[in-house]
């Protein structure tokens, strides 16, 4: 089965709304990462987040290991966070990351 | 720092042609890692290589996809005999040591028709 699910596949807010993106997984982890990526650009490095809570600017990424799961809250959305969101893990140090399907996220002004 | 470079930006090839896909990591970077993006699979990992040793190329389809890191600054992904359900996004990124954080590059866009 798949490994790494993320929730919701696509989400449409209001510019100024608040979003939560939600990524399961089923397997031991050893690092958790969150990417950006824009229609037809390069995946951006948001967080490197294997455990607990990190912050960069209206961005937090919370990762509970025994719960398997991580979050990435977007506060105050506005229309440039348009774009996909992905979560991937490795379960071993140094290893493949295997990516999430995504979060199609659309913010309209 | 420019980031991960990968050329060409685009590829067009027609059945049966071989395409070879570069990339140059950024500087100082030990680990190199192929992946591919297509909208129904999404994003698969294909192989990685570590001071340009090949470490795991669990990803790799066996008998057309070979990667080649022969030394620190670049990196290629050579497919054989392209078929047209190769078309994808090929993307390479790098890391400076481990898979604690990666940088992609923009990607190689693989059309065969």
């Known amino acids: 089965g798949q490994q790494v699910q993320q929730s919701p596949a696509s989400l449409v807010l209001q510019e100024g709304e608040n979003a939560e993106l939600q990524c399961n997984f089923s397997?031991?982890?050893?690092?958790m990462q969150w990417f950006y990526q824009r229609p037809g650009g390069s995946l951006v490095s948001l967080f490197y987040n294997p455990s607990g809570t990190k912050h960069s600017g209206r961005l937090t990424s919370t990762t509970v290991i025994k719960e398997r799961r991580s979050s990435l809250h977007i506060s105050s959305s506005q229309t440039t966070d348009s774009g996909t969101y992905l979560c991937?893990?490795?379960?071993?140090?140094?290893?493949?990351?295997?990516f999430g399907g995504g979060t199609r996220l659309t913010v309209r002004p | 720092n420019a980031g991960v470079i990968q050329t060409p930006r685009h590829k067009v090839t027609g059945k049966g042609q071989e395409a070879t896909l570069w990339c140059e990591p950024i500087?100082?970077?030990?680990?190199v890692f192929w992946y591919r993006q297509t909208i129904v699979q999404g994003l698969e990992f294909l192989t990685y290589f570590r001071n340009q040793a090949p470490i795991d190329d669990s990803g790799m389809p066996k008998e057309r996809f070979s990667a080649q890191m022969p030394n620190q600054s670049h990196s290629t992904l050579k497919i054989q005999s392209t078929q047209p359900q190769d078309s994808a996004v090929y993307l390479c990124?790098?890391?400076?040591?481990?898979?604690?954080?990666?940088?992609f590059g923009s990607g190689t866009r693989l059309t065969v028709l």
């Open positions: 991937a893990l490795s379960n071993n140090a140094g290893a493949k990351l295997t």
């Open positions: 990124a790098s890391s400076p040591d481990s898979a604690e954080t990666l940088y």
């Open positions: 397997t031991s982890l050893n690092s």
């Open positions: 500087s100082g970077h030990s680990a």
